[in-house]
């Protein structure tokens, strides 16, 4: 527990929900649910939505009780599951756990302790890729936030946590809604930049949190997908808050909106990922962004995939 926790008598101790939505996580939900179970911080309930699984997962859900609490609901997508997770949770401070992903064992304890003597909203930590290769593994510490000159652009640029690498105050989440089920993809980014950028950030600079990839259609290998919701997220968000275009300038948000979505379809076109480059380039030429020497890697895209590639290969073939 940590040392907060440990000068403070039991019932005075902030309750912690964990929310662990779930949907056909047959493979990893047990060590997400023993992962949270395992926590040092012993004021804790854990909540497991299980968002209309098809396989083996509810009876594995079923082995915790009554240890976890659990809610069953149809198939209605990660944002639904973790509202309604929160809807039923009784905890002060709520943290989101995917039920592929996992916690060290003192991940509560540190960011509750982080939460309470900093005064802040929102607390995160750093974070660790698990199962990529190519140096892609290292542990990362996120950016100090909070103490940046210009907190507002470095959130909208991107929010470097993933969502179980942070917790965050009620009151926060009651405030701005909880998550959007309109967002297939990129509802923790959406989140995150509503709660943050109004709210006191608290960064905990340990390695507390492991994001485990794996080859089961992970949202993370859908790169036109998100990159396309990331950016409708930024534009959705200064639609909402006209005053921060004034605030930041409309250049600069052009070239952290269209310009980075731009930059994403040159990462994939690099990869020659080229199904997700022409998706996303075809976005980015309704913007009208980019320079003369950009559109000429832009206008190919808007050929017929398979002579998109074929263009493509030929001048490669040339190289």
């Given at each position: 527990?940590?040392?907060?926790?440990?000068?403070?008598?039991?019932?005075?101790?902030?309750?912690?929900?964990?929310?662990?939505?779930?949907?056909?996580?047959?493979?990893?939900?047990?060590?997400?649910?023993?992962?949270?179970?395992?926590?040092?911080?012993?004021?804790?309930?854990?909540?497991?939505?299980?968002?209309?699984?098809?396989?083996?997962?509810?009876?594995?859900?079923?082995?915790?009780?009554?240890?976890?609490?659990?809610?069953?609901?149809?198939?209605?997508?990660?944002?639904?599951?973790?509202?309604?997770?929160?809807?039923?949770?009784?905890?002060?401070?709520?943290?989101?756990?995917?039920?592929?992903?996992?916690?060290?064992?003192?991940?509560?304890?540190?960011?509750?302790?982080?939460?309470?003597?900093?005064?802040?909203?929102?607390?995160?930590?750093?974070?660790?890729?698990?199962?990529?290769?190519?140096?892609?593994?290292?542990?990362?510490?996120?950016?100090?936030?909070?103490?940046?000159?210009?907190?507002?652009?470095?959130?909208?640029?991107?929010?470097?946590?993933?969502?179980?690498?942070?917790?965050?105050?009620?009151?926060?989440?009651?405030?701005?809604?909880?998550?959007?089920?309109?967002?297939?993809s990129c509802e923790d980014f959406d989140f995150w930049i509503r709660a943050a950028i109004s709210h006191r950030l608290v960064r905990v600079p340990e390695v507390l949190a492991f994001y485990r990839h794996h080859g089961d259609g992970q949202m993370t290998r859908k790169r036109a997908q998100v990159a396309e919701q990331f950016w409708r997220?930024?534009?959705?968000?200064?639609?909402?808050?006209?005053?921060?275009?004034?605030?930041?300038?409309?250049?600069?948000?052009?070239?952290?909106?269209?310009?980075?979505?731009?930059?994403?379809?040159?990462?994939?076109?690099?990869?020659?990922?080229?199904?997700?480059?022409?998706?996303?380039?075809?976005?980015?030429?309704?913007?009208?962004?980019?320079?003369?020497?950009?559109?000429?890697?832009?206008?190919?895209?808007?050929?017929?995939?398979?002579?998109?590639?074929?263009?493509?290969?030929?001048?490669?073939?040339?190289?």
């Amino acid at each position: 527990m940590s040392a907060l926790a440990n000068t403070m008598p039991h019932g005075l101790c902030p309750l912690v929900s964990i929310v662990i939505p779930c949907f056909n996580g047959e493979s990893f939900v047990a060590q997400a649910i023993e992962s949270a179970l395992a926590q040092t911080y012993e004021r804790r309930e854990v909540i497991v939505v299980d968002d209309g699984s098809t396989d083996r997962s509810s009876a594995i859900i079923d082995s915790f009780a009554p240890r976890v609490r659990v809610v069953r609901q149809p198939n209605l997508g990660l944002s639904a599951a973790r509202n309604a997770g929160i809807q039923v949770s009784n905890g002060s401070y709520i943290a989101f756990l995917d039920c592929d992903d996992y916690w060290d064992r003192i991940f509560a304890a540190r960011m509750v302790s982080a939460l309470e003597t900093g005064g802040a909203s929102i607390a995160y930590c750093g974070w660790q890729n698990i199962g990529l290769v190519g140096g892609r593994s290292a542990p990362f510490i996120p950016p100090d936030y909070e103490s940046a000159r210009e907190k507002i652009l470095c959130l909208l640029s991107d929010v470097r946590w993933p969502v179980h690498a942070a917790m965050v105050r009620r009151q926060v989440i009651e405030q701005v809604g909880g998550f959007n089920p309109m967002w297939s993809s990129c509802e923790d980014f959406d989140f995150w930049i509503r709660a943050a950028i109004s709210h006191r950030l608290v960064r905990v600079p340990e390695v507390l949190a492991f994001y485990r990839h794996h080859g089961d259609g992970q949202m993370t290998r859908k790169r036109a997908q998100v990159a396309e919701q990331f950016w409708r997220v930024q534009r959705r968000y200064f639609q909402a808050n006209p005053h921060l275009i004034g605030l930041l300038g409309a250049d600069l948000v052009r070239r952290i909106t269209d310009g980075a979505l731009l930059e994403r379809g040159y990462a994939c076109f690099w990869d020659r990922d080229l199904s997700a480059a022409q998706k996303i380039f075809r976005n980015v030429m309704k913007t009208g962004y980019g320079s003369l020497r950009d559109w000429k890697y832009l206008l190919p895209a808007l050929l017929p995939l398979g002579v998109y590639r074929r263009v493509v290969n030929w001048v490669d073939s040339r190289h």
